[in-house]
């Protein structure tokens, strides 16, 4: 397999998932400014739409969007427990959660990302994004994790995009639960590995 990736992007989500899986894998940077690969290819060429992650599977069959990627990995090595099994309420808890984090704050990010974007629009998106932190916050009280006491590919997901909160300027040093959850992520040895891949360390 082959996770097409940009550094610090959401692609780290299932780059994060892939060290958890054990399963081989090539990542490649596929940074989002220039499109280009380390050999010089035109990422639209593999994916038209120019964004990260994308994942190559052996059979050459190509799937995008996060979510589906994660557990899709997730669905390769049950026996790892990163995903509940398909069909179970905890699964559909799972999808909930994942799209929770993909529309309600890693698409609320976007703005503040978007160059030109008008100081007032920002605060406003700040505002919000840390409305939908705090009541994660609150959802992590007496958890682990988000689903429990094991770690899951949302976790890997919400880990990420709440790591943009530093550069945009959005405090969540009142968030406890939140903090103690970053940090529980930040220990496990296949993020380390993701983020050092990503020379994010």
Known sequence: ?????????????????????????????????????????????????????????????????GPAIVQYIADQV??????????????????????FIGTELHKGFSPLFTPGMPDEAKQMVKGRLLQRLTWIDSELAGKQYLMGDAFCVADAYLFVVSNWTKPTGIDISGLANLGAFR???????????????EGLM
């Open 1 to 65: 397999m082959k996770l097409y990736y940009s550094p610090g992007a959401c692609s780290l989500s299932p780059h994060i998932v892939l060290h958890e899986s054990g399963l081989k894998f090539e990542a490649i940077a596929a940074p989002t400014k220039t499109h280009k690969l380390p050999d010089g290819t035109d990422y639209y060429t593999i994916n038209p739409l120019g964004y990260v992650p994308l994942l190559e599977l052996d059979s050459g069959e190509r799937l995008r969007e």
């Open 78 to 99: 049950p026996d790892k427990h990163l995903a509940p099994a398909n069909g179970t309420m905890a699964r559909y808890r799972l999808q909930e959660w994942l799209t």
């Open 183 to 197: 940090a529980r992520v930040a220990a496990r040895p296949a993020v380390q590995a993701a983020m050092k891949a």
